[in-house]
Structure formats: C-alpha cells, structure tokens
C-alpha cells in the first residue's frame, strides 16, 4: 500500500531540522527500497524549508503511522503536523524514473484537499512534467480525500492548474525538490 507521508514544519523548527539531519537521513535509509518520492518542501523564497515529503509502500495503514509518527524530527517536535494518507500512483513510477532527472526547473508539490465527488483521476494528458500524481485516500482505500502531485511547472500557478479548482476545499502548492542523500 502507498502512503504520502507530509511533515509541515513548525514556526522556528529550522535549527532542531538541521540539528537531526543525519538522523532524518538515517531513518528513511531504512525505507529506501519502499520509496516513491521524498524530499523537502520551501516557503515562497524557495529557500527556507517548510516541510518533509515522504511517499512510500508500506503494509498497511498501522505501519504508515509508525513511519511518520517515530520519524526523529517529528518526535523531536519540529513539526506542526503531519498530513498522512493512502495515495494511489497513476503514473506506476518512482520520482527516480522521472524523465527530468533530478535537477532543474521548478518543482512542486500540489494537494487538492477534496470536497464532494471524486476529480482528476485520470493522469492529464500532458504528463511530461509530471513527477508523480495520484488520489489521496482514506486508509481502507475506498473513498476519495484529494489528490496529489509532484511536477515541474513554470510557476505555481501552472502547477495549481493541473487540478480542476472547483472539486477541491483549498489547493495548496509548496515549492519542493528531489529529497534523499546524494
């Protein structure tokens, strides 16, 4: 099962982020064979971190919770909250089979927060910039809660496009990178 897993960072939690790197990194080195995406999301500057994204194959809703609730900086307190639900991969990839590679342009991260009738479903027809993309679900899998994407836009207007505005409560975009040790 796939879980998206998104750390949001608290007020002034930068330092104590800095300060358990190594032990971040460590943490997941241990789900890296599970990983579909991961990285850091920034502020509008795109340079002050704001939160963790992590997308990962797990066994089942109770091991998703141990992940992100015993992830070191969460226990440590540098997060706010923690968005965790299941997550469908429409695009069948890891963020490492993107044809972009790594590097270059800019990168986000989109939620759409739903409300109503499931929306966008279907991968867009244009997904050359797609990273990943997919519906968040509740943990049993059978109702719609959302969606979600990584993609390369021009901006993140172009980004919060993708999605059909009206279908969602709020669409949030979040400047974002390829995460994970180099």
Partial sequence: MLFLCYHRDRPGSLPLRHELLEEHWSYMDRYAAEMIARGPTFGDDGETPTGSLHIVDLPDPAAARAFAFDEPGYQAGAYRDVLLRRWRNLLGRTMWDFPGGRTGGNRYLVLGLGTGQAADLTVPADQDELIAYGPLLSDDGSTWLGTALLVQASDPDAA????????????????????GRR
Wanted: aromatic share 16%; proline share 5%.
């Fill in 160 to 179: 919060r496009a993708i999605l059909t505005a009206d279908r969602y409560a709020d669409i949030e975009v979040h400047p974002w990178e390829f995460g």
